[in-house]
């Protein structure tokens, strides 16, 4: 079965320091792979997606996520992180013609 | 662009009470999503139509809650009656359509409806 693990729960960085936010798959094929971001109070937004090609892939808000198929990870990096990055972050994976999320893990920052 | 407008922003009930949610997609969108998403968790896939037809309810709990699409557009959400573990936040999404593996369109997220049961 698919299925999508986000192994941190609560992550808290200094503002300026670098950022990366793990994400396991299990999928039997190549799998789509998505971060999306959420604020308190507010809907996801979909911050890049993997589909296929080339395995580093840019998002927005200075986002970057590499796909690893021999680790089966997908995990989000942010060189240096603001005030304003501070949210709830979702990795997810196609599964036929649906979205299977991750449990996510809580951004804070340290002024 | 507008982008996909949910209501109530919260409602508060007690068990047993029926309650509704409603969700306008962004317009032209074919395919219209909700999620339940529990505290703590990721949002989990509840019901998915393509215009107004159901794509897939796997997940939904049928003796309870019901959806529907009737004129392709908006959609309404219901739960009746409502139990104690039905508090989540409710999340619609839309996308311009769902092929194949579904997901060569993005999905767009509403704010979401936040309802606790007590």
């Known amino acids: 079965a698919q299925s999508v693990t986000q192994p941190d729960i609560h992550i808290t960085v200094s503002e300026g320091a670098s950022l990366e936010l793990r994400c396991n798959y299990s999928?039997?094929?190549?799998?789509?792979l998505f971060w999306y971001v959420q604020s308190p109070g507010q809907g996801l937004q979909l911050l890049l997606k993997y589909f296929s090609g080339d395995t580093l892939v840019q998002g927005i808000k200075g986002f970057e996520a590499e796909f690893k198929r021999s680790q089966s990870s997908f995990n989000l990096r942010k060189p240096s992180v603001h005030w304003s990055d501070a949210a709830e972050y979702f990795c997810a994976i196609s599964s036929a013609s649906k979205i299977i999320f991750g449990s996510g893990t809580r951004l804070s920052i340290r002024p | 662009e507008a982008g996909v407008a949910q209501s109530p922003r919260y409602k508060i009930i007690e068990k047993r009470q029926s309650v509704a949610f409603w969700c306008n997609p962004i317009?032209?969108?074919?395919?219209l999503y909700w999620y339940q998403q529990i505290l703590g968790q990721g949002p989990k896939l509840l019901i998915q139509f393509q215009n107004n037809g159901v794509v897939d309810d796997s997940q939904l709990p049928k003796d309870r809650f019901s959806a529907e699409r009737l004129k392709g557009v908006d959609s309404t959400l219901k739960i009746q009656p409502a139990k104690l573990e039905d508090s989540a936040v409710y999340l619609c999404?839309?996308?311009?359509?769902?092929?194949?593996?579904?997901?060569?369109?993005?999905?767009?997220f509403g704010p979401g409806t936040r309802l606790t049961v007590l």
């Open positions: 999928y039997g094929a190549t799998p789509y």
């Open positions: 317009s032209g969108h074919a395919t």
């Open positions: 999404a839309s996308s311009l359509a769902s092929s194949g593996r579904g997901l060569m369109s993005e999905q767009f």
